[in-house]
């Protein structure tokens, strides 16, 4: 498996064949599975994004679906006034950046479980207010948008058009990850990971590297935001639920914290395979999606607690 990942040609050989996929899927007729893609490829943009704060910085974030929540909302505000749907798109994530730095101006000092706690706090407050914001995002009855096909030239189906779409931002987030990963910041922001003080001790500006990876991460999920609202052209807050933020983090802890192909094996296997096996067994098979979610978990945790995939500091620390 090790082998495989090193080859220089595995990213390109996979990224060729998730290209491939919806024609593959038309072919078996199974078009139904290119919806399912687009979903696993959003979770997979969130994952990523997560990874930032929680896989490279170590810090604990249990809110990050306010982001994906807030991009969502602006894109659909923006594009209802007006705004293209390309400019709505950057404006999301700008917006997701701007925010996400404020708030981690002031809670970054916290660590551990009491910025959990925060986080999870921030979740439900944005959350809460997006419902009850009537007059600005229409509250509970959500926000309808008009439909956006910028990739009509390919397909006439919304889905695959909008499932390449996302597999070209999944793709964008993994090299802008690897260069960061890389980097004299990635290095910086691992080292605050495995011992905050060592790290300040050693003249890294700790509170700077970490408002960074901080707010790094809600590019992606406001990007993945904003691609969400433009293919269901709809918004509402239940679908921004507490539940989703615990997804994406089981996601990350699951591939393997630190790790990019971990994040996005954890993104397939815990969002690919319910409704994957809903579609080949039976319509019922989806009410036990929680045991299932629940059962790997806890096989992962007892057997691989470093995660499916690992990053090879990550498991040397959890190993050694």
Not at 18 to 30: G, L, T, V
Not at 215 to 228: V, Y
Request: positive net charge.
């Amino acid at each position: 498996m090790k082998k495989l990942l090193d080859w220089r040609w595995t990213p390109w050989v996979a990224l060729a064949l998730a290209a491939a996929f919806p024609f593959i899927s038309a072919a078996i007729d199974a078009q139904y599975l290119v919806r399912v893609g687009g979903v696993i490829g959003l979770f997979m943009i969130l994952g990523l994004g997560l990874n930032f704060t929680l896989g490279y910085a170590g810090l604990f974030d249990l809110g990050f679906i306010a982001f994906y929540a807030i991009g969502a909302y602006t894109t659909a505000i923006a594009m209802r006034a007006g705004v293209p749907a390309p400019a709505a798109l950057i404006l999301a994530v700008l917006v997701s950046l701007t925010i996400r730095a404020l708030l981690g101006l002031t809670i970054l000092r916290l660590r551990g479980d009491y910025l959990a706690v925060v986080t999870m706090g921030f979740g439900e407050i944005a959350r809460l207010t997006i419902n009850n914001l009537d007059a600005l995002t229409n509250g509970p009855k959500g926000l309808q948008l008009a439909p956006w096909r910028p990739l009509s030239f390919i397909s006439s189906d919304p889905n695959v058009q909008y499932y390449l779409l996302i597999l070209a931002a999944v793709a964008a987030g993994v090299a802008a990850s690897s260069r960061l990963e890389d980097s004299r910041v990635g290095r910086a922001w691992i080292a605050i990971r495995e011992d905050e003080i060592a790290a300040r001790l050693s003249g890294i500006p700790v509170r700077h590297y970490k408002l960074l990876a901080f707010t790094i991460s809600a590019a992606f999920a406001g990007l993945a935001g904003g691609l969400f609202a433009q293919w269901e052209q709809f918004v509402t807050p239940e679908s921004f639920v507490f539940w989703e933020s615990i997804l994406v983090v089981s996601i990350v802890v699951l591939g393997g914290m630190g790790s990019i192909a971990g994040v996005l094996v954890g993104a397939l296997v815990l969002v690919g395979f319910p409704p994957i096996m809903q579609w080949k067994l039976s319509a019922d098979w989806i009410n036990y999606r929680y045991l299932f979610f629940g059962l790997i978990l806890v096989l992962v945790t007892l057997f691989r607690p470093q995660g499916i995939l690992p990053s090879s500091r990550r498991e040397a620390e959890l190993t050694s």
